[in-house]
């Protein structure tokens, strides 16, 4: 990958606080012009000012048409437009699968998924043009593992990584190029290998960090009991949740570093010809990632005869 040290510019989303606010802090003092934005921005980024980072107001659940109008403004604050696009901005929902009725889940999906896929289609065609740049996407441990009173985040996470299967693109490869085998293709991922064939130019990153010490925790929000069973459980997850507070093991300070290297090249990065799509950053989600990989690839092995034994065979 080539380093990058002219100064770039980045649109940051949920910059209010955590991994947002770090990103903007860090890039301003590497010279970078940063766009920070958030809810009720004139307050909630008041404190991002001195940094010298345009402030503008962006809550990423508004409709697809507020969203593309805000990065048409966006886009015109400096001479090149955009150059990084970090989609930052999330929050956990908590509660039990049988308490969580559609329209909390559509409250999750709204920020964690479509927030990022509007600003996505809506600066696309821009970044396409210019040729270059970076699509980024904060996504979490989470989109390859699930826990307990974790659906609506995970899912949200799951949706925005890996599970759409596109099975026409062979056929789409096989008249138009080197055939290639895809498999269990997500939204952005989706999107990278889109990208590789209309704008190859630009990256798309899906960083997966583990228990980070930000807000997240603090800002959970919870579906009201609305099943008896679930009360004891639903107390036992609170008390869990809160006993993450101050106590994730990862540095939010070392994690954004890292991030930027991956779009920059530099540090971590430097020298690597290629950077992949999803990088794991944390011990504790590392660990849990390689153990789905170990657990998904037994079934496999236990479960390949089985599973070989649906195809059709070939006349004889
Ligand atoms: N910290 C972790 O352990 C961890 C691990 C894996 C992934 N992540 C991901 O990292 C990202 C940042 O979270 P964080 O850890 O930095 O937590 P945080 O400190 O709570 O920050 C979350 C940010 O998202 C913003 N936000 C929430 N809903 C929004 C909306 N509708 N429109 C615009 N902004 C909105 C919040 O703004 P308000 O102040 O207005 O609410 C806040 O600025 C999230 O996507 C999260 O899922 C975090």
């Known amino acids: 990958m080539a380093q990058t040290s002219a100064p770039q510019t980045w649109l ?25 934005t958030g809810r009720n921005a004139s307050t909630k980024l008041a404190h991002l000012k001195e940094t010298g ?8 659940t508004a409709s ?27 929050y956990i929902l908590s509660g039990a699968f049988e308490e969580l009725r559609q329209e ?3 409250t999750s999906f709204k920020t964690n998924f479509h927030g990022p896929l509007n600003i996505t289609r809506a600066l696309l065609p821009k970044l396409r043009a210019k040729g270059t740049g970076t699509l980024f996407y904060m996504s979490s441990q989470a989109a390859w593992h699930s826990d307990p009173s974790a659906t609506a985040y995970c899912s949200s996470k ?37 990208l590789a064939i209309f704008a190859p130019k630009i990256k798309v990153l899906l960083l997966e960090p583990g228990y980070f010490r930000t807000q997240a925790f603090s800002n959970i929000r919870h579906v009201p009991d609305r099943v008896d069973i679930y009360a004891q459980f639903n107390a036992g997850v609170k008390q869990f949740e809160q006993s993450v507070v101050g106590n994730e093991p990862g540095d939010s300070k070392k994690a954004i570093e890292i991030m930027i290297d991956l779009v920059k090249g530099t540090g971590v990065a430097a020298g690597k010809e290629i950077i992949p799509l999803r990088v794991p950053l944390g011990s504790d989600g590392l660990e849990r990632i390689k153990a789905k ?23 004889a």
């Open 12 to 36: 940051i989303t949920g910059c209010s606080s955590g991994f947002g606010e770090e990103f903007v802090r860090q890039l301003r003092a590497a010279g970078d012009n940063v766009i920070a």
């Open 158 to 194: 799951f949706a925005l990584e890996g599970v759409y299967p596109f099975l026409f693109l062979p056929a789409y490869f096989s008249s138009n190029g080197p055939l290639k085998t895809y498999n269990n293709l997500g939204a952005v991922e989706c999107l990278s290998k889109e």
């Open 104 to 106: 909390d889940l559509e």
């Open 53 to 60: 980072a345009s402030i503008l107001d962006l809550d990423v």
């Open 293 to 315: 990989c170990r657990e998904t690839l037994k079934i496999c092995e236990d479960w390949e005869e089985v599973a070989k034994s649906t195809d059709i065979k070939p006349a």
């Open 64 to 90: 697809p048409e507020e969203i593309t109008s805000k990065m048409a403004e966006a886009w015109n604050l400096y001479p090149d437009g955009i150059d990084v696009v970090v989609n930052n901005a999330g």
